[in-house]
């Protein structure tokens, strides 16, 4: 170990992770400039009922809204959306929730199994590229599940797929 | 109702609201304002309070206080006394808070004002805040200062204070993607008792963009890694250890030479 008052070194940076010359980074997006035709309150799909209450469980139709609507932004407001399966947000879809008291809450013997373990909710399929991002939501378990990942997402070459 | 009884998410509309005394918010509270036009919290001429907003929930030590944000609002005290002691927010929070996209507005290079603070009436229990974002301060004596343990400041923006950041304490603190305008200090890092690292950030127009103490052995060791500056980058006892840009990395403090490692990824 040696002290350096003033000392100079090289830090490899690698060109995937930087945006001009700078490791990507971007501010939590306010979706302010878009027109509210272009945001879903998933609570208000009167065709795919979702009940964010705790005790309904909500998947199929949370899948099947996010499967209809890539593009929008997709507004949780406050509640507990149980899901017993993975929730899979394909590329073009933004997540937005009520801070603090919107849940993703897995539950069931499918999230059960250690050695196979099933992700709550994903980002894309494999082979997909595209923007996705999720904000303001809280991630969790209704139960004691060791086959649970909360958030799977897949690598791809843009940098602008984002969880925040 | 326990802690999580009563969360609220508290909407502000566009507009200028005339406060005449503070705001308290509560573990669960998000103060959330117009996106697409920010809501202006403006403090009257003789505001009684010393702070516009008391971010920390007064029945739970500062460790504890989780689950509070507030976003998309601008916090301004032009109309208070340059040289009253005033500072904007109490942010004396824990984890799970999120504090993003507020611009504190300040007269400019008053003597008293302060954006942020993050050791209010916790004689014990500290704070144990992670990460602010993309903040703007305007003016002000000291635009954060922040007293705490570990953080990530991204994002931020300091334009006319006297000191942009002064670190109170902090054992690992990272400033990336920042800017320091037309200040005397950008951050202070005296009080820092571990790491200070300045990354991908631009000092223009300073006296000095990180300006702290010096000695063998480090007290505490400073970074600097791709920063832009037209003046004297870093600043230790008064000597200027750094003038200009970094375009690689800068380091102050102790090295360990078996780190220095071929890089197999980088392009």
Excluded at chain 1, 66 to 86: D, E
Excluded at chain 2, 86 to 115: C, E, R, Y
Aim: charged share 10%; hydrophobic share 40%.
């Amino acid at each position: 170990m040696q002290f350096q008052e003033s000392g100079n070194l090289n830090t490899p940076r690698p060109l995937s992770l930087l945006v001009d010359g700078k490791i990507f980074t971007m501010a939590p997006p306010t979706y302010g400039s878009l027109s509210a035709d272009r945001v879903i309150n998933v609570k208000t799909v009167i065709s795919l009922p979702v009940f964010g209450n705790g005790i309904h469980d909500d998947t199929a139709n949370i899948n099947s809204i996010f499967a209809q609507n890539t593009g929008k932004v997709i507004y949780f407001p406050a509640g507990t959306y149980s899901v017993s399966n993975t929730i899979t947000i394909p590329p073009g879809s933004r997540v937005v929730g009520d801070a603090y008291a919107s849940y993703f809450s897995a539950i069931g013997e499918k999230f059960s199994d250690a050695s196979a373990p099933l992700a709550l909710v994903q980002l894309g399929k494999p082979g997909d590229t595209g923007v996705g991002q999720i904000s303001d939501m809280m991630f969790t378990v209704a139960d004691v599940l060791p086959g649970c990942k909360l958030v799977a997402s897949l690598p791809s070459s843009s940098p602008n797929t984002g969880l925040s | 109702m326990g802690t999580t009884g009563q969360p609220a998410i508290v909407y502000l509309p566009a507009g200028i609201y005339k406060m005449a005394k503070s705001l308290q918010l509560y573990r669960g509270t998000v103060l959330l304002g117009d996106a697409t036009q920010l809501p202006t919290l403006k403090a009257i001429k003789d505001f009684p309070n010393d702070h516009i907003i008391y971010g920390k929930d007064p029945h739970q030590p500062g460790t504890n206080n989780f689950m509070i944000g507030i976003k998309n609002i601008v916090l301004d005290s032009n109309n208070v006394d340059p040289a009253s002691q005033i500072t904007l927010l109490d942010w004396t929070v824990s984890q799970a808070t999120q504090l993003s996209n507020v611009i504190f507005n300040m007269p400019n290079f008053s003597t008293g004002h302060k954006g942020v603070t993050t050791q209010y009436n916790t004689p014990t229990a500290g704070n144990s805040n992670v990460i602010m974002n993309d903040l703007t301060f305007n003016g002000g004596a000291i635009g954060m200062d922040v007293n705490g343990q570990q953080w990530l400041f991204k994002g931020m923006s300091f334009n006319r204070c006297t000191t942009g950041m002064n670190i109170v304490s902090g054992f690992n603190v990272v400033v990336s993607a920042s800017t320091f305008t037309d200040c005397f200090t950008g951050i202070d890092a005296t009080g820092a008792s571990g790491s200070l690292t300045l990354l991908d950030s631009n000092g223009h127009n300073l006296n000095a963009l990180v300006r702290s103490s010096n000695s063998d052995p480090a007290g505490h060791f400073i970074i600097v890694e791709n920063v832009k500056s037209n003046s004297k980058t870093v600043v230790l006892n008064n000597n200027a250890l750094v003038t200009g840009d970094v375009s690689d990395t800068w380091v102050h403090g102790d090295t360990v030479s078996w780190l220095v490692q071929s890089c197999k990824v980088c392009g």
